[in-house]
């Protein structure tokens, strides 16, 4: 009898990874535009994404050996639970615990961005990842390398096979097998998003239909819906931080862009704390604080900023503050950030040698 429990044990336990294995390709189905979005911005005719690009994309997107030293790599910073950006830190902590001078932006809604970071410096998805592998303070390294290592491994050779059709590992495969996992980290299923789609059993409370209606009136022209971002770069009035950070006229060369950075999506702000390009608010209550009251004037400064009276920044009072922050809640999606599809693969610990 005992021979017998145990090799039933064994078949049950055979019979479970089986089902495992099994269950996880449904997990995948393609890239879906959730009904209440608009249509995507990304060219996914040069880039259609299929299940085993999509795994080859996460595969990388976790692999350690995109950094010089084979320790850092792009979900170090991007973690899921914060909605992939980097929590407890203000800025990046990159190879060698070196600092960055910017908060990562979470990696979210990607199909419906045209330019990229804070600053707008790239306007391609699937050359991101440039960015990242070369900066001297996150993974120091060239794409030439990371090429190398990716070939000389067991494993990739063959899975870019699987998503390519042949062995050859080349920068344009690997940055759009980046690019068709990031495709697939859509967040749309915020509390928010299930009363806009009118969903049976889903409906604001009286704080948050009352602090919907503050925001549309005075948040909505750069934070519009559904993204909750209108894609451009303002100056919404914070002061200058200790690495001078001037934004997007970094990139454009042009004065009248000094202070300006891209406007952030709002969603899922319970995860990605700290606030702001350089992490300088850590709650949300500050956020607002400083929109309400806390805002340094320059010549730059967003004219939406400026009240009639001559004062700065938006007027509200603790009650409209309080709705407002239930508002924002709404758009919280806890699907998002425990998404199996989107979790990091168990290959092994990550850590790698040489």
Known sequence: MKKTAVIIG??????????????LPELFTGFVKPSNFPEPVYNFARNTITKDGFELGKRLFFEPRLSRNNTIACGSCHIQSSAFTHHSHDVSHGIDDRLGIRNPMPIMNMAWQQEFFWDGGVFDLDLTAVNAITNPVEMDETVPNVLKKLRAHPDYPALFKKAFGTAEITDARFFKALSQYMLMAVSSNSKYDHVMRKEEGYSFTD???????FFQKNCSSCH????????????????????????RDSVTLNAADRYKFKVPSLRNLSYTAPYMHDGRFLTLNRVVEHYRDGMVDSPTLDPIFRRADGSLGISMTDEEKNNLISFLK?????????????????????FVMN
């Open 10 to 23: 064994l078949l049950v336990l055979v019979w479970a990874c089986k089902k495992g294995e099994e269950s």
């Open 207 to 213: 704080q948050e239909q009352k602090g919907y209606l």
């Open 224 to 247: 519009s819906e559904p993204l909750f971002t209108d894609r451009s770069y303002r100056n919404n009035g914070l002061s200058p931080n200790r690495a001078h950070d001037t934004g």
């Open 330 to 350: 709404t758009l919280d999606d806890r699907d998002f950030v425990t998404n199996k599809l989107l979790a990091e693969p168990e290959i092994g610990s990550g």
